[in-house]
C-alpha cells in the first residue's frame, strides 16, 4: 500500500508540530503542508492533494467546519478528520454534517490517532469513544438531531420533506438482509475488514453494501448510514467498544 499523505490544520503551532513528529516517526505517512485556518487549509488542500486532512474545528476566520465544507465540495478525494478539544454535539453534528469522515478529541492516544487516519483513508467510520456516545444518546433520546442528507448533493432516495424526528424515524427504506447485517454491524463498531469477516464475504463485498446503505439511507459515509439507521429504527447503537479501534 502506498504512504497515506496528510495535511495538519491548527491554529497552534505546537499542535501542528506535535502531529508532525508523529507522523514523521511512523513508517508509511508523508506530511505534505500544514495551515493555520480554514482558507489556507482549503486552498493547500487543492494545491497538494492530500489523502487525510486533519482539521482543527476553531480556529480564526474560516473555521473548521466551514473548510471541511469546501474541501468535501472542492476536493473530494481528500478525507477530512476532525481532531479537536471539543466534543460537545454543538461541534460534532456540524463537522460531520459538513463532510468530515471522523470526530476524535485531542486527548486520544497517539495510536488511536494513527489507526483513525488509516481508517478515514479507507472510507471507515472513526469516532472518539466520548462523541460516539453523546451522538448515539442524542439521536436516542429527545433532543432531534439535524436530519441526515449529502451536503451538496441531494440523494436518490430520501426520507420525506418532513424534517421532524417522528417523520425520519418513520421512514423506513427496504433493506436487503446483507444490507441490514452490514448496518447492524457498523452499529456495533466494526470496520470494514470486520465486517467482512463476521459475514465470510470480501473487503470489496462490504464496501458496496455499505455504498448501497448510503444511497438508500441518503447518506454520505458510514457516520451518516449509522445516525439514518437509528433516526429510521432500524437498529440501536452498541457502543460499548471504541469505534477507533
Excluded at 151 to 158: A, D, G, L, M
Excluded at 176 to 193: F, M, P, S, Y
Aim: glycine share 6%; aromatic share 4%; net charge negative.
Amino acid at each position: 500500500m502506498s504512504s497515506c499523505t496528510l495535511m495538519l490544520v491548527d491554529d497552534h503551532p505546537l499542535m501542528r508540530d506535535a502531529l508532525r513528529n508523529l507522523f514523521d516517526a511512523e513508517p508509511g505517512f508523508q506530511v505534505l503542508g500544514e495551515a493555520s485556518e480554514g482558507a489556507e487549509a482549503v486552498q493547500k488542500c487543492l494545491e497538494l492533494d492530500p489523502d487525510v486532512v486533519l482539521m482543527d474545528i476553531r480556529m480564526p476566520g474560516m473555521d473548521g467546519i466551514e473548510a471541511t465544507a469546501h474541501i468535501v465540495h472542492q476536493a473530494p478525494r481528500s478525507k477530512v478528520l476532525a481532531l479537536t478539544t471539543f466534543s460537545t454535539l454543538e461541534y460534532v453534528v456540524p463537522a460531520l454534517r459538513a463532510g468530515a469522515s471522523g470526530y476524535l478529541v485531542k486527548d486520544a492516544r497517539h495510536e488511536e490517532i494513527v489507526s483513525a487516519v488509516l481508517q478515514v483513508r479507507e472510507d471507515e467510520m472513526t469516532l472518539s469513544q466520548s462523541v460516539a456516545n453523546s451522538l448515539a444518546n442524542n439521536v436516542l433520546g429527545d433532543v432531534p438531531v439535524p436530519s441526515v442528507r449529502r451536503s451538496w448533493n441531494e440523494p436518490r432516495n430520501t426520507p420525506p420533506a418532513d424534517s421532524s424526528a417522528a417523520s425520519r424515524q418513520s421512514y423506513v427504506p427496504e433493506l436487503t438482509g446483507r444490507e441490514l447485517d452490514t448496518l447492524r454491524w457498523i452499529a456495533k463498531g466494526l470496520n470494514n475488514n470486520e465486517i467482512a469477516e463476521k459475514m465470510k464475504v470480501s473487503h470489496g463485498s462490504v464496501k458496496a453494501y455499505v455504498s448501497q446503505l448510503c444511497d438508500k439511507l441518503g447518506a454520505r459515509d458510514r457516520v451518516q448510514v449509522l445516525i439514518a439507521g437509528i433516526q429510521s429504527g432500524l437498529v440501536k447503537p452498541e457502543l460499548t467498544e471504541d469505534l477507533t479501534q
